[in-house]
């Protein structure tokens, strides 16, 4: 038996301009926003697109550490 969260829909888009904009454009209306960040940014988030989307987002952020 497959898990409940295989069926879950994954859309990916392409984007051009201020990062976070874009993805703030994006989010409008979704209700959760699952972002892959790197080793050093929990160094720099506050000036990093990970920590300006946590604060601006209008849904939750699941930042998730990618294997480096």
Same mark, same amino acid.
Request: glycine share 8%; with cysteine; charged share 20%.
């Given at each position: 038996?497959?898990? !409940?969260?295989?069926?879950?829909? @994954?859309? %990916?888009?392409? /984007?051009?301009?201020?990062?976070?904009?874009?993805?703030?454009?994006?989010? !409008?209306?979704?209700?959760?926003? @699952?972002? %892959?960040?790197? /080793?050093?940014?929990?160094?720099?988030?506050?000036?990093?697109?990970?920590? !300006?989307?946590?604060?601006?987002?209008?849904?939750?952020?699941?930042?998730?550490?990618?294997?480096?």
């Amino acid at each position: 038996e497959r898990p !409940h969260w295989v069926a879950v829909p @994954v859309e %990916g888009i392409i /984007r051009r301009g201020n990062p976070v904009r874009a993805f703030l454009d994006e989010i !409008h209306d979704k209700n959760l926003l @699952v972002l %892959g960040v790197g /080793r050093h940014a929990s160094a720099l988030f506050g000036a990093e697109i990970p920590g !300006h989307l946590v604060r601006r987002a209008p849904c939750s952020v699941l930042l998730v550490p990618c294997l480096e």
